[in-house]
């Protein structure tokens, strides 16, 4: 019998990803490792020094200088309900969905330092707990050793609609342009995260790819145990 200390699951913006590897985490009772926290807290640190972020991209010593400074009193705490961020003491949370953060997110994690600096931290994570490992290019880049890879992919005008749901809840504006944002947002952000020059979106080699576009969450998390016990039995 195999034993399965890290899986992996990958896809693009609203492929489902988070919320069926919280269900995954919760019902198998491992942690959690939400990556997409990590390049929004950067982005927070980033957008919050003081220094435009031009500056950090043309002396990349000071960005690195910056990031090992920052990290030193950055604790993170990973349970099966995911990833929770303090910075000196202090609870880092809605700042992390800020729209100064949303916009420039995409931007912060094409920076190679940046990936560099987070990858080694989230492997140095893995060597001291089971995990499962939610993002872009865990899979590909950070956990390539992982022993269960699963792709999400899911239909564009899909996953609009699932983030339009979910912003439609939330935000009191005219619902024709909230469409078209959400719309336009997708597009925008499928672009940058697979065209990027550093491990950019792709699917990891061995990877399982599961299309959620007609799935409730509960049956893609039912199709990865499915394929979690088949590894199980592997020798
Ligand atoms: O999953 P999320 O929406 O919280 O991710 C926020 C951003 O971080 C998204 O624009 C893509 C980026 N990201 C990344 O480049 N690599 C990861 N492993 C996770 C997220």
Redesign the pocket.
């Known amino acids: 019998m195999r034993e399965i200390n890290i899986i992996t699951i990958?896809g693009p913006?609203s492929s489902g990803?988070?919320t069926v590897a919280r269900m995954l985490a919760q019902k198998l009772s491992i942690p959690l490792l939400?990556?997409?926290?990590?390049?929004?807290l950067v982005?927070y640190f980033l957008v919050n020094s003081g220094e435009p972020l031009n500056s950090y991209l043309e002396d990349k010593q000071a960005l690195l200088q910056f990031l090992r400074e920052v990290f030193k009193e950055t604790k993170i705490e990973i349970t099966p309900s995911g990833t929770s961020i303090y910075w000196n003491g202090k609870l880092i949370k809605e700042e992390?969905r800020s729209k100064e953060v949303e916009d420039t997110?995409?931007q912060?994690?094409?920076i190679k330092e940046v990936?560099e600096f987070?990858t080694e931290f989230m492997r140095s994570i893995g060597e001291k707990n089971k995990l499962i490992a939610?993002?872009?290019?865990?899979g590909s880049i950070?956990f390539p050793y992982s022993d269960v890879k699963i792709f999400l992919t899911a239909d564009e005008k899909i996953r609009a609609e699932r983030r339009f749901k979910e912003k439609a809840e939330k935000e009191k504006i005219d619902k024709k342009s909230l469409y078209k944002e959400v719309w336009d947002n997708i597009k925008f952000?499928d672009k940058?995260?697979s065209q990027?020059k550093v491990?950019p979106?792709t699917i990891p080699d061995g990877a399982y790819i599961i299309d959620t576009s007609s799935l409730i969450s509960e049956e893609v998390m039912n199709e990865i145990l499915k394929i979690i016990e088949s590894k199980n039995r592997e020798k």
Do not use: F
Not at 134 to 138: P, T
């Open positions: 990958d913006a990803k988070t939400e990556s997409g926290s990590l390049y929004r982005t992390l997110v995409s912060v994690s094409a990936r987070l939610e993002g872009r290019d865990m950070v952000r940058l995260d990027r491990a979106l």
